[in-house]
T-cell receptor
Framework: AQSVTQLDSQVPVFEEAPVELRCNYS??????LFWYVQYPNQGLQLLLK??????LVKGINGFEAEFNKSQTSFHLRKPSVHISDTAEYFC?????????????FGPGTRLSVLP | EAGVTQFPSHSVIEKGQTVTLRCDPI?????LYWYRRVMGKEIKFLLH????????ESGMPNNRFLAERTGGTYSTLKVQPAELEDSGVYFC?????????????FGPGTRLTVT
């Protein structure tokens, strides 16, 4: 079984400031890692994913995340945020060895970018 | 390419009534998933179809929930009779059948309110 923790339920940040959204996971098996974003009144959209290879993953809209196996973390970062980044962000894992396995999501972090 | 669509976007029903949610996945996607987010908590897996077959329904909360995917195309999720604790946002997602670790494409969700 897997579980995902997102320690920060809400993160306010000023425009053009850097931001880091934290994600830690627990799993007895190898996992794939994902970050999804939900903008107001929209569905979840994939930001980036880690499957294998380089532990630094770049996604859409200038976001990146780094997989740290020893710390079981997959923190999301952006060097300079925009008002349009205001949304809810979800970290998720899936079982690497179980084909088509469902996602296990964290509780979400609501990012508010202030002018 | 059309994305995952869900109908209705909102539904308000009284306790004891029946509601049917519909999901149209991306054409050609064999995998279809239902998830639910209750009261701002984490998004939780309900069940997974591969074509018309239920691959995993371990997340279904109880027998008041019935999911079908006739012909392996769209899916319905029926709640009968609805209870107050069923309120939440129901998400549908689909993915390609041969894409291990691949992205799940999410619909906008159906917000269900049981009064």
């Amino acid at each position: 079984a897997q579980s995902v923790t997102q320690l920060d339920s809400q993160v306010p940040v000023f425009e053009e400031a850097p931001v880091e959204l934290r994600c830690n996971y627990s799993s007895s098996v190898s996992v794939y890692l994902f970050w999804y974003v939900q903008y107001p009144n929209q569905g979840l959209q994939l930001l980036l994913k880690y499957l294998s290879g380089s532990t630094l993953v770049k996604g859409i809209n200038g976001f990146e995340a780094e997989f740290n196996k020893s710390q079981t973390s997959f923190h999301l970062r952006k060097p300079s945020v925009h008002i349009s980044d205001t949304a809810e962000y979800f970290c998720a894992v899936s079982d690497r060895d179980n084909y088509g396995q469902n996602f296990v999501f964290g509780p979400g972090t609501r990012l508010s970018v202030l002018p | 390419e059309a994305g995952v669509t869900q109908f209705p976007s909102h539904s308000v029903i009284e306790k004891g009534q029946t509601v049917t949610l519909r999901c149209d996945p991306i054409s050609g996607h064999d995998n279809l998933y239902w998830y639910r987010r209750v009261m701002g908590k984490e998004i939780k897996f309900l069940l997974h179809f591969v074509k018309e077959s239920k691959q995993d329904e371990s997340g279904m909360p109880n027998n008041r929930f019935l999911a079908e995917r006739t012909g392996g195309t769209y899916s319905t999720l029926k709640v009968q009779p609805a209870e107050l604790e069923d309120s939440g946002v129901y998400f549908c997602a689909s993915s390609h059948g041969h894409d291990r670790g691949g992205e799940q494409y999410f619909g906008p969700g159906t917000r269900l309110t049981v009064t």
